[in-house]
């Protein structure tokens, strides 16, 4: 079952780690299970994703209940978290593109973020993605778009940039 | 190609390309307009250097991929296995 491969990065993305990622993705295979006389055949992916999503929004409510007053802070917990201090390590490590690209998207505001993160590294599609934040396709679009222009701009002033794409 | 059809028969802008310049990165682009968004990144520099620019960004935030522990894959597929063969095991909630 190939899907089980993108449930389990997706739930690492919005759990923000693998213990939470493997307990949401058993809830949602059983969620999946019990509902399976409402799925119609079409469009499995987003069907299992819209179900994760609902699954975490109950986790997170569970553990956390203040979180749910905004209901884009929910998946927005986990991609706050990654904005350490630097260290000496780390700007040697920020002398290459990647780290350069990984520096940008931790800046960026987190609705961009989980837009990237979704789309850029998870691999959905626009569609899939706009399940798992409950949010139109269109934005969707538009948070990648603008979370990207910010990214590219971010590049083209980082001194290390013309170096690194040489 | 003579003044005409150069009018009638000019590809994209690089405004529109812009538009939908995502879209098409994306493989998310409806497919008839993919020739032409293809057409003016071939011709116009700009664009060609910015769908270049986003194009490693898409593919570094590739690398940032991490892949399921072995573990976590083989709990995950057994519970899957069970309740395609036997429905759902006992002590799951």
Known sequence: MPELDVLMRVARSITGNPTDADDLVQ???????????????????AW???????????????????????PDTTLAVVANTD????????????????????RSLAA??????????????????????????????GTVMSRLHRGR????NDLTMDPEFERASS | MNFLSRIFKRGMTCEQVA????QYLDEELEASEVPKVLQHLEACR?????????????ESL?????????????????????????????GAE
């Not at chain 1, 904005?83 to 990984?102: C, G, H, M, R, Y």
């Not at chain 2, 538009?19 to 995502?22: A, F, K």
Request: with cysteine.
């Open chain 2, 46 to 58: 700009d664009c060609g250097l910015e769908a270049t620019m986003y194009t490693r960004i898409k």
């Open chain 2, 62 to 90: 590739q690398n940032h991929q991490e892949s399921p522990s072995e573990d976590s894959m083989t709990r995950i597929r057994s519970l899957a296995e069970e309740l395609a063969t036997s429905g759902i095991p006992e």
């Open chain 1, 27 to 45: 809830d949602t295979l059983l969620r999946a299970y019990r509902a399976i006389d409402k799925f119609d055949g079409r469009y499995p992916r």
């Open chain 1, 83 to 102: 904005s350490d201090a630097k260290t000496p390590e780390s700007a040697v490590l920020d002398q290459t593109f990647d780290a350069a690209i990984e």
């Open chain 2, 19 to 22: 538009d939908v310049l995502q």
């Open chain 1, 149 to 152: 222009k910010l990214i590219r």
């Open chain 1, 108 to 137: 960026i505001p987190s609705q961009f973020r989980e837009a990237i993160h979704l789309v850029d590294i998870d691999g959905l599609s626009y569609n899939e993605a706009a399940a798992v934040l409950d949010v139109p396709v």
């Open chain 1, 48 to 70: 299992l994703l819209t179900i994760m999503r609902n699954a975490q929004i109950n986790r997170v409510r569970r553990k956390r209940p203040e979180l749910m007053r905004d």
